[in-house]
């Protein structure tokens, strides 16, 4: 009769944790992270009676996670790779947007630039359409001014999200070497049990490093994961993890390189760097941003030599020869207006007041190829610009279009094995409280069958 | 087996409608900008394509702009050539008239003040103003008179060459003739024409033979007719450019609508299908959620 009630209250126990393990299950079910968790049960050891070894109940042998590691990885891959393309993604669209708008773009004011130079030539000594001429030189500078400051603000922001995301790496790498010690010591402390929520917590950190820049990771025997970046430099090992951090280029104050290790003193690793946020950040800046940019300054270098050649070469409302018509230094940020005297416009050739020779060839250099080593014309150059921002923003969106459906492949892939389904756990809520009350029922009886014993005895 | 965690039918079903949504949104910033290109990324070489566009069209209408600076400027010049033919026509009138021996030297002088008037007439028409105030036959040098009265003798201070304006791609067009074409050399002797109606007054006046002055009267008609001609020629070359440039517009305007103009009934069609396609999404979703094992529990 013991045996019985003690098989029972095996049972008893035994549905409880399961019961238990399904409202972990059911209270996670929207935890990000979170693997499903399953009892499993095995029999207790049996005991040798007269005829043969008698069961004796049921117990816990392991509460595990439903985990599989390839799937993780494969999230994991997929989110260095979608990371990575997002931000480039969103980077070139910036830019997309900025060169396209009609409002923003550099081709209407170019137009009326060139529209006013047809005023002069039709006008020569007309001082309102040489004052017209000025005021869209002018305009154009000041285009070619809000471009390079739109872009310069864009390249910021890519050093403050570069600073952003190595802060984030950091804190994660400390992360996961605090939960490697605490699984160590969860693992030494159970006779190696697994720590399942601990071991979430872990993954979960781990996929978020990820999705920041790629890493590589193995496990150790005693459960703690070390991980490493670039070229294989140490990011965590066990408890201990290396710091990353943003300074700024020596050889461009603009730009920001990324050092392992906290003092400046560090090497530099931002070339090794690759994949994630951060490896995003690294490479739309070099891949878009600067190379536009660059082309901006070529273009507004480009048009002031054109033009002040050409105004050089003439002569002025007065007679005198022409002098410089835009002046540049470093290119888009600080191409000016040379003059502000609408005299001073070099219409002429020197004929006479009325000569609008200069003003015709100034004219006509909108279709002239003087851009990028003579093949195209300044509007052309511009639309090149246009077109590379706009090739690569949209290969840029189909990739990360691509990434995400690769992530979300991985992932179903992933949650289908870990997932918590809520009609599952109900179903399971059923018949593990059956079971509960079936072992109920066997105490129960065993309960009668010594009321009877007893009976039996007192008579 | 399939099994879906609920955390992801939820996940899956929400990022659903947010598709939709936007897929639904995109179409109608199309619709509101009756744009198929939003930006360069969605069509790169179509946004290129359509700049392009946009600078010829831009340039033909600043071409267009041209043309009619030269149009109203050889029209101006023509209708002063036209005054200028008719004076020297009655130059020659009176040159016939003086010549006829009935006409004695009383007569002869009465008419040979009413070509000095001639004359006087014939040089201010030569230094005539276009509405910016500079001369018509100045050529490149046109901020004073064109021509000067000195000593009785009418000398040209402008420039022998011509302004010339861009009128399309890669021709420029004169927007006049210089007054030393019109007016200068006329003879073989390379008298002017107020040298020529001045020696009529004086062949008047002195009664001499004026079968010379009539005889150079008769080439100075015809060079100011000559200049008239080709002004003419260019007007007619302008017309044919205005019309080859309109079709060009309305070529590359068809091109550029092409590129970047949205097809709208593809485009309501599009957004009616979406709107269904995220209605249904709503709709199964929030009878799917409703579906649990709990609510029999």
Redesign the interface.
């Given at each position: 009769v013991a045996s019985i009630l003690s098989t029972g209250i095996s049972a008893l126990t035994a549905y409880q944790r399961a019961l238990q393990t399904v409202g972990h299950n059911v209270a996670n079910?929207?935890t990000e992270g979170y693997s499903?968790q399953v009892t499993q049960f095995a029999t207790r050891a049996p005991s040798f009676s007269g005829g043969g070894w008698m069961g004796s109940g049921v117990q816990v042998a392991t509460v595990q996670r439903r985990y599989d590691g390839f799937l993780a990885d494969q999230v994991r891959a997929s989110l260095t790779g979608s990371g990575e393309a997002d931000v480039y993604q969103a980077y070139?669209?910036q830019l997309?947007?900025l060169?396209?708008d009609p409002e923003m773009g550099l081709?209407p004011v170019l137009?009326r630039y060139?529209?006013a130079w047809?005023g002069v030539?039709?006008?020569?000594?007309?001082l309102p359409a040489r004052q017209v001429l000025l005021a869209e030189a002018e305009a154009l500078a000041d285009r070619f001014h809000f471009l390079a400051r739109r872009g310069a603000e864009i390249a910021q922001g890519v050093n403050a999200d570069l600073e952003g995301a190595v802060a984030d790496v950091n804190t994660l790498a400390r992360g996961i070497a605090e939960l490697n010690e605490a699984i160590v010591q969860a693992g030494g402390m159970s006779g190696n049990a697994p720590p399942n929520d601990l071991l979430d917590q872990r993954d979960q950190l781990l996929n978020q490093l990820a999705s920041l820049v790629r890493v590589t990771y193995f496990t150790q025997d005693d459960g703690a994961v070390n991980v490493f970046i670039g070229n294989g430099q140490s990011l965590v090992v066990g408890s201990t993890a290396t710091s990353l951090s943003v300074d700024i280029d020596p050889a461009d104050a603009t730009r920001r390189v990324i050092r392992y290790g906290a003092d400046p003193t560090s090497p530099d690793i931002s070339a090794q760097l690759g994949g994630g946020a951060l490896g995003g950040l690294l490479r739309v800046r070099s891949e878009v941003i600067d190379p536009s940019l660059q082309r901006l300054d070529d273009l507004a270098a480009g048009l002031a030599a054109a033009v002040n050649a050409r105004h050089t070469a003439g002569a002025d409302l007065d007679g005198n020869s022409g002098g410089a018509f835009f002046t540049v230094s470093t290119g888009a940020s600080d191409i000016a207006l040379a003059f502000t005297d609408a005299r001073l416009v070099a219409a002429?050739t020197g004929?006479?007041?009325?000569?609008?020779?200069n003003a015709?060839e100034l004219?006509?250099l909108?279709?002239a190829k003087v851009m990028l080593g003579n093949t195209a014309t300044l509007?052309?150059a511009?639309?090149?610009i246009?077109?590379d921002?706009?090739?690569r923003?949209?290969h840029a969106?189909l990739n990360a279009q691509a990434q995400a459906g690769l992530l979300r492949q991985a992932?179903?892939a992933h949650?289908?094995v870990?997932?918590?389904?809520?009609?599952?756990e109900?179903?399971k809520?059923?018949h593990f409280q059956q079971a509960y009350q079936a072992a109920a029922q066997v105490i129960a009886v065993a309960g009668t069958l010594f009321d009877t014993l007893i009976a039996a005895v007192r008579r | 087996m399939?099994?879906?965690?609920?955390?992801?039918f939820h996940q899956r079903a929400t990022q659903g409608m947010l598709d939709n949504q936007a897929r639904l949104s995109r179409t109608q910033i199309q619709l509101a900008t009756g744009k198929k290109i939003l930006?360069?990324?969605?069509d790169?070489?179509g946004?290129?394509k359509s700049?392009?566009l946009?600078?010829y069209l831009?340039?033909n209408a600043?071409f267009v702009?041209?043309m009619g600076?030269v149009r109203t400027r050889l029209e101006q010049q023509e209708s002063t050539l036209e005054r200028v033919t008719d004076l020297l026509q009655r130059a020659r009138e009176l040159a016939l008239q003086g010549n006829n021996g009935t006409t004695g030297q009383v007569g002869r002088n009465g008419i040979a003040e009413e070509v000095d008037q001639l004359l006087e007439q014939m040089l201010a028409l030569a230094n005539a103003q276009d509405s910016?105030g500079?001369s018509l036959f100045?050529?490149?040098?046109?901020?004073r008179p064109a021509f000067s009265l000195a000593g009785g003798v009418v000398s040209y201070d402008?420039?022998d060459?011509q302004?010339?304006?861009?009128v399309s791609?890669d021709r420029?067009m004169a927007d006049g003739e210089t007054g030393r074409a019109v007016f200068m050399g006329v003879n073989g002797s390379g008298d002017s024409a107020f040298a020529i109606v001045g020696a009529l007054a004086q062949g008047l006046r002195a009664g001499t033979d004026l079968s010379t002055s009539l005889r150079d009267l008769d080439l100075a008609h015809n060079q100011v007719l000559a200049a008239r001609a080709r002004g003419g020629a260019r007007l007619n070359a302008l017309d044919d450019l205005a019309n080859i440039n309109a079709d060009m517009a309305v070529t590359l305007e068809s091109q550029l609508s092409e590129i970047q103009d949205l097809d709208y009934a593809e485009a309501v069609a599009r957004m009616n299908r979406q709107l269904v396609a995220l209605q249904a999404s709503q709709q199964s979703y929030a009878k799917l959620s409703q579906l649990?094992?709990?609510n029999y529990?």
């Open positions: 079910a929207d499903r070139a669209s997309d947007d060169y396209a081709d137009q060139f529209d047809n030539a039709n006008d020569p000594t007309s002429g004929a006479g007041a009325s000569d609008n020779r015709l004219a006509a909108q279709r509007q052309g511009y639309g090149q246009v077109s921002v706009g090739a923003t949209r969106q992932q179903e949650s289908a870990s997932g918590v389904n809520l009609d599952e109900a179903a809520l059923m | 399939e099994r879906i965690s609920t955390f992801l930006t360069p990324s969605d790169p070489a946004a290129v700049l392009d946009q600078h831009a340039s600043q702009g041209n600076v910016n500079e100045g050529g490149l040098d046109r901020t402008g420039s060459e302004r010339q304006l861009q791609e420029r649990s094992l709990f529990l």
